[in-house]
Each structure stands twice: as C-alpha cells, then as structure tokens.
Nanobody, 119 residues
C-alpha cells in the first residue's frame, strides 16, 4: 500500500503560479497528478515513469512534474495558471506503467488539494 498526501493548493489569480506537493510513503516508478473539476471527469495532468515525464496537452509547457527521492516527495509546479485549471488535484501512484487517459487503472490515490484560479 502506498500512502499519498497532497498539499500546496490554494487560490491564485490568472497568470499566477502554485507548487503542489505529494508526500508519499514511497515514490514508485509510476507517479502522476490528476485533476477533477466540478461536473467533469477526472483528467490526467502529468506523470513521471522511471524519471521520464509526460504531460497532457492542456498543461504542456506550463506545468512541471518532478520527484525528490530522498524526501519521498512528488511536485507539480504550475505556471501561467488560468481559470480552466481550477480543480481538485490528486496525486496518484502505481508500481507498473499507467496511462494518463486511464485514471481508473491507477492503484493508489491521495485525497486531493483544491486549486482555484480567478480571472
């Protein structure tokens, strides 16, 4: 079992930045960030597979996923935020390769941290 606890969410104006953190009981080979806005399905944002990152088109160039293996942390640096980024952001993990467009296949999830971007 992998425990995940997100932090760093908050309210920010459009164009601003936030850094989300995920404290993991262990950083597995497959780590990711997802988000879910009200009335919408959970959406994959970024993942990192054995150190190699991958991003959804909607955030590529604005978001950066990274890990601190010494501290068992996973980060999501978010820049140039816009109101469409408003959502509950979740950290997820698995021990095998998973796709961003298949959130239901991921094994471990945190409780989420809210990000609200105002215009």
């Amino acid at each position: 079992q992998v425990q995940l606890v997100e932090s760093g969410g908050g309210s920010v104006q459009a164009g601003g930045s936030l850094r989300l953190s995920c404290a993991a009981s262990e950083v597995t080979r497959m780590m990711g960030w997802f988000r879910q806005a009200p009335g919408k399905e959970r959406e994959g944002v970024a993942r990192i597979w054995v150190g190699s990152p991958n991003y959804a088109d909607s955030v590529a160039g604005r978001f950066t996923i990274s890990t601190d293996l010494a501290r068992n942390l996973v980060y999501l640096e978010m820049n140039s935020l816009n109101p469409e980024d408003t959502a509950l952001y979740y950290c997820a993990a698995d021990r095998v390769y998973r796709r961003l467009d298949m959130p239901d296949t991921w094994a471990y999830w945190g409780q989420g941290t809210q990000v609200t971007v105002s215009s």
